[in-house]
């Protein structure tokens, strides 16, 4: 039998035999009964002659002295001449002595088959080259990492805390939970980055941070970091918070992750450096009053800033205020929620942190403010334009308060 041409479609036939018979008698019947139908040059013989019928195949099954199976065709000539086979072989109503019934089921298209094969085929040689392409890369990123991990990673001070070598050059440094995170970001290009190691603030981290002119904290997604981050505020200034992202670990981002999340922290150098000349001078002078003076004489924003410190401490005159304060600072401590109170000193209203400004919108008569996190400079603009008068927090960010808001932390109140 001659070689079929390429396989456009595929016939299958369903045939039911009232007898006995075998693959051979189906072949026969075949080729027997549509003989001469259609004309010679549509003949089975004659169509797998010149290659438009392949090799026929069939399957059968005898139970209970009846006969049922199926017949594949395979046609390279176009559908035209598909169907006109298909309906000559439907005729058929015989094999051998047999009353008989065939039943087109179907006419596939083979080319549309292998399109969706090729199509899945190429899927996956897409994705195994990705992934093989991405490990190479990650493994060549990994072994430059590696190999200049050991020259940079350093100790800083009494309790040898991991760090990386750029903490005793750079102006700026990044606080972070662990030796794992401050290796990570030395990957990722930042050498400036000190590990806490627990959540009790070392003197070595206290004094670092009083050298340097900006101090970014930055901490895992977890609740762990959210005491741990409460207990910088409370110890040292941080001028910036960073997080992971919800359930991350620092240790666990990859370079382009860390350089995301840091690409707008670096501050600039020339207002870094002024930070590190007035933190200087606050320490060698030792005086409020010296430096404040000074603060006024040169205008620097950063010696306005205290100079608004120290004039709020002296404001708290209000007994009262401080005891209600106490009160809803012992309530709402290590919550992250906010209390707002009228003018008579009643709650108007307690909702997490990150909901103030959102209720401070619509709620009238509020006069004071006292919740378990930053004074931002969002929620001041918020509390301005609610009415509120006094805002008492854990500690301020860096704000312009151009209100007639006094903004205090609860240190300020003695109340940590």
């Given at each position: 039998m001659p070689n079929s041409g390429v396989v456009k479609y595929n016939v299958k036939i369903r045939f039911e035999v009232d007898g006995i018979v075998e693959r051979a008698d189906i072949i026969g019947a075949l080729f027997g009964q549509t003989e001469g139908l259609l004309g010679p040059e549509m003949n089975l013989n004659e169509l797998q002659r010149t290659s438009k019928v392949g090799r026929i195949e069939v399957t059968l099954d005898v139970k209970s002295n009846k006969s049922t199976g199926e017949v594949i065709i395979p046609m390279s000539a176009d559908i035209s001449t598909t169907a006109l086979i298909a309906a000559a072989v439907e005729t058929i109503d015989k094999v051998g002595p047999f009353n008989a019934k065939f039943t087109l089921e179907a006419i596939e298209d083979v080319r549309e088959l292998k399109k969706r094969l090729i199509v899945e085929r190429?899927?996956?040689?897409?994705?195994?080259?990705a992934t093989k392409t991405m490990s190479e890369s990650e493994?060549?990123?990994?072994?430059?990492?590696?190999?200049?991990?050991?020259?940079?990673?350093?100790?800083?001070?009494?309790?040898?805390?991991?760090?990386?070598?750029?903490?005793?050059?750079s102006d700026w440094i990044i606080l972070v939970e662990g030796r794992?995170?401050?290796?990570?970001?030395l990957r990722a290009g930042y050498d400036n980055a000190i590990a806490i190691e627990g959540a009790k603030i070392s003197d070595s981290v206290m004094k670092l941070s009083r050298e340097k002119g900006y101090v970014v904290a930055f901490l895992d997604g977890d609740r762990a970091a959210d005491?741990?981050?409460?207990?910088?505020?409370?110890?040292?200034?941080?001028?910036?918070?960073?997080r992971a992202?919800?359930?991350?670990?620092?240790?666990?981002?990859?370079?382009l992750e860390i350089q995301e999340l840091l690409k707008d922290v670096e501050p600039p150098q020339q207002e870094v450096k002024a930070r590190v000349k007035d933190r200087g001078e606050r320490e060698s002078v030792g005086g409020t009053t010296r430096y404040r003076e000074r603060a006024v004489r040169?205008?620097?924003?950063?010696?306005?800033?205290?100079?608004?410190?120290?004039?709020?401490?002296v404001a708290i005159i209000d007994e009262a205020l401080v005891g209600k304060v106490k009160e809803a600072f012992s309530s709402i401590?290590?919550?992250?929620?906010?209390?707002?109170?009228?003018?008579?000193?009643?709650?108007?209203?307690?909702?997490p942190v990150s909901e103030v400004v959102q209720r401070l919108q619509e709620e009238k008569d509020i006069k004071y403010l006292v919740l378990?996190?930053?004074?931002?400079?969002r929620l001041l603009d918020a509390c301005s334009k609610a009415g509120v008068e006094y805002v008492i927090g854990h500690r301020m960010a860096d704000i312009k308060n151009a209100y007639s808001i006094k903004a205090l932390t609860f240190n300020q109140l003695r109340l940590t």
């Open positions: 190429a899927k996956k040689i897409v994705q195994e080259w493994e060549m990123l990994k072994d430059i990492y590696d190999a200049v991990k050991p020259a940079r990673l350093t100790t800083y001070g009494k309790e040898h805390l991991a760090c990386g070598a750029g903490i005793f050059e794992a995170d401050v290796i990570n970001l005491l741990i981050l409460r207990e910088l505020q409370n110890t040292i200034r941080i001028d910036k918070v960073v992202p919800q359930g991350k670990e620092v240790e666990d981002l990859t370079p040169e205008g620097s924003s950063i010696s306005k800033e205290v100079v608004v410190e120290q004039e709020q401490e401590n290590e919550t992250l929620e906010a209390v707002a109170l009228d003018a008579s000193m009643q709650q108007r209203f307690r909702v378990d996190g930053i004074i931002t400079q």
